[in-house]
């Protein structure tokens, strides 16, 4: 009898070890839970990053506006002159305060898309570019073109800092022309470099950032530039992706531990792919390739064993979150597994992803999200790291 009972208890053991396994697939990755950063049905909130603090903070910076089909209008749209950045909070990356804080509210319009970093010393870096709304026409008779939707036209990039860890910010300081940019801004002047992706810190001090031009009408291409003074200045240093046909925008980079600059990239006009660049010279020449998989915008973390975590929205159905974990130098793109983390989007209208480590086996992905085309709201998913096979 207690022969069976121990040969059952055996078979319950080997039971309970296979469905775990099996729910943590091949890819190393399970997801513990899903939860909401920051809802308001007032208002249209997407586009998030994330940083761990120096005190082991949270932040979660993301773009606010009105929304607008409460005010009349039959959908919103990415542009809005009142749409502003703002944060929340949280210690442990699963209650979050209540209340957003405004980040920085532009003075000539709405702002987009903040991109967080944090350097080694404490300094706190947001990346993001504006919007403002003109008369119709300012559009038809400038002498250069502008980049507008409708009535809003493109203000370009800027850079915000902290040196107090978020408390207060100093800018905006303006990145430089990225010398292709066919654009303008309101005032007639070169639109300043921008970009939707993760900047870097590499091991030389650099701040890398991959920022995207017009170089034709209709199409965009990626361009590196770098920072030497915690993103005061920037310099512009090389093509990163350009295509006669393919755009490339929306490209977050990382240092890998060799040293190779890598670049993960959206596209447009190539079937959705999701796109790789590479630099083994330090950023002076890139080559890039597709990664074989669709998904946008990519962001990639290191992981504790210096694996890199990317994440990516999946804008088709069944709409939703996925990921994929690649080796230490991103050269397995193409064999790693991808994970899904949700399927149940209402719609194409979500992503964004960007992640964070908790703690040495938890990882926060936040991103935005609608369930049935309903409020637009910040999301996150806590996800299980399991450990590298063979080691």
């Known amino acids: ?14 039971c309970l070890l296979l469905t775990a396994v099996s729910a943590q697939g091949n890819s190393g990755l399970r997801k513990v839970k899903d939860v909401i950063v920051y809802r308001d049905t007032l208002f249209y909130n997407a586009f998030p990053s ?19 089909r409460l005010l009349g209008a039959s959908h ?14 949280s210690n442990d990356g699963e209650t979050w305060t209540k209340n957003s804080q405004i980040l920085y509210a532009h003075a000539f319009g709405g702002s987009q898309d903040p991109c967080l970093l944090q350097l080694k010393d404490g300094t706190l870096l947001c990346a993001s570019y504006g919007w403002t709304t003109v008369d119709k026409s300012l559009i038809d008779k400038s002498p250069k073109p502008l980049f507008h939707t409708n009535e809003f036209v493109f203000l370009g990039g800027y850079m915000l800092r902290s ?40 091991k030389d001090g650099r701040i890398l950032w991959v920022a995207v031009a017009h170089d034709s009408i209709g199409k965009t291409s990626n361009y590196l530039l770098t920072s030497r003074d915690k993103g005061l200045t920037w310099e512009y240093i090389s093509i990163v992706a350009k295509d006669e046909r393919i ?27 999701a796109c790789i660049a590479r630099s083994t010279d330090g950023g002076k020449t890139f080559s890039w390739q597709s990664m ?16 890199v975590l990317l994440v990516y929205g999946y804008r088709h159905k069944p709409y939703g979150i996925r990921a994929r974990i690649l080796n230490a130098e991103c050269t397995d793109f193409d064999t790693a597994e991808e994970f899904v983390i949700r ?14 480590q908790l703690d040495e086996q938890r990882v926060l992905v936040v991103y935005y999200y609608n369930k049935d085309n309903g409020t637009r709201f910040i999301a996150g998913s806590v996800l299980e790291i399991g450990s590298q096979k063979g080691k």
């Open 1 to 14: 009898m207690r022969q069976n009972c121990r040969r059952l208890s055996a078979t319950l053991f080997c």
């Open 50 to 68: 994330v940083i761990k603090k120096k005190g082991g903070e949270l932040l979660v910076a993301f773009r606010q506006a009105p929304d607008r």
């Open 76 to 89: 919103n749209m990415h542009v809005d002159h009142n749409s502003y950045l703002v944060t929340v909070n």
């Open 163 to 202: 040196t107090d860890q978020g408390k207060s910010w100093n800018g905006p300081y303006y990145p430089p022309h990225i010398p292709d940019e066919r654009h303008v801004g309101p005032y007639g002047e070169g639109i300043s470099a921008y970009n939707r992706g993760a900047m870097f810190e590499a």
């Open 247 to 273: 755009s490339f925008n929306e490209t977050s980079v990382y240092e890998t531990p060799k040293g190779d600059i890598v670049a993960f990239m959206r596209t447009a006009n190539f079937g959705d792919q």
């Open 292 to 307: 074989g998989f669709k998904g946008h915008p990519c962001h990639a973390l290191r992981l504790p064993d210096d694996r």
């Open 343 to 356: 399927n149940d989007g209402g719609n194409g209208d979500i992503g964004y992803p960007w992640s964070v």
